[in-house]
């Protein structure tokens, strides 16, 4: 099993900046390939960032392109969201998510179906 534990969520003002934080344990040979997807109430889970084991491959949503960064610590059991220039359509709980093995390209790394671990989520808001 692994588990995924998010931090860093909060409030704050369009224009602002937040890093999450995505912790996993456990079996971490599972999370060969990590993500951030993003969910509003009565919305389908959406693909924000994704990337793998060594961060040489990330994707990202149109939407935050050029906004958001993801990356993974030198232990490769941690990711992280980078948030800049935030905007209030970006409100919403974000859930950090990894699977393995990490095959597939940028279509399959964007796919909330495709990742086999999720954490509990963390709340961003943004206001105008």
């Known amino acids: 099993q692994v588990q995924l534990v998010e931090s860093g969520g909060g409030s704050v003002q369009t224009g602002g900046s937040l890093t999450l934080s995505c912790a996993a344990s456990g079996y971490t040979h599972h999370t060969n390939c990590m993500g951030w997807f993003r969910q509003t109430p009565g919305q389908e889970r959406e693909g924000v960032a994704a990337?793998?084991?060594?961060?040489?491959?990330?994707y990202y949503a149109d939407s935050v392109k050029g906004r958001f960064i993801i990356s993974r610590g030198t232990d490769k059991d941690t990711v992280y969201l980078r948030m800049n220039s935030l905007r209030p359509e970006d409100t919403a709980l974000y859930y950090c998510?990894?699977?393995?093995?990490?095959?597939?390209?940028?279509?399959?790394?964007?796919?909330?179906?495709?990742?086999?671990?999720w954490g509990q989520g963390t709340q961003v808001t943004v206001s105008s």
């Open positions: 990337t793998d084991t060594g961060g040489r491959n990330t």
């Open positions: 998510a990894a699977r393995s093995p990490c095959v597939g390209g940028p279509i399959v790394a964007m796919t909330p179906a495709a990742y086999h671990y």
